[in-house]
């Protein structure tokens, strides 16, 4: 089965590390769809099926926590797995993103295992043969 994974980040830089650690990570991936706000994402969960959404907190128009509220409320969206990725650090935060529906967060700066270990753990492991990841950053350039 191929995954569609949203990656939303004000940072065109971060997307393109996200997108470079999932395309490692051995899934099957269908589609790797990119957003620069909460706002852009909606618009793209309107349009495409989307397996996972890997969101940023801070960022313009729309941030991370204000599009998985939006995500939680429509009946169309609300079961799509959210991970934040930040810089956020207040524990008192990133609990509020778990209790408002999101499956797992990740502080920046992250490792490539951690974006797979969480890939792993919310999508299953990839099929035997397929892991291209070997946990190493060698040939990853961030």
Known sequence: MAYNILIVDDSFP???VIKKV???SGFDIG???????GKQALQILN???IDLVLTDY???DMNGLELLKAMKQ???????PVVIVTTEGSDQRL??????????YIKKPFTPEQIKSHLNHILGEPKHGQDSFNGSDEGLDF
């Open 31 to 37: 589609g790797l769809f990119e957003a620069g706000n």
């Open 95 to 104: 609990e509020e993103f778990l209790h408002i529906g999101a499956v797992a």
């Open 47 to 49: 349009e495409q099926w």
């Open 74 to 80: 429509s009946d169309t969206l609300s079961d799509i």
């Open 22 to 24: 999932i395309k490692a």
């Open 14 to 16: 971060m997307r393109a």
């Open 58 to 60: 801070n960022m313009p």
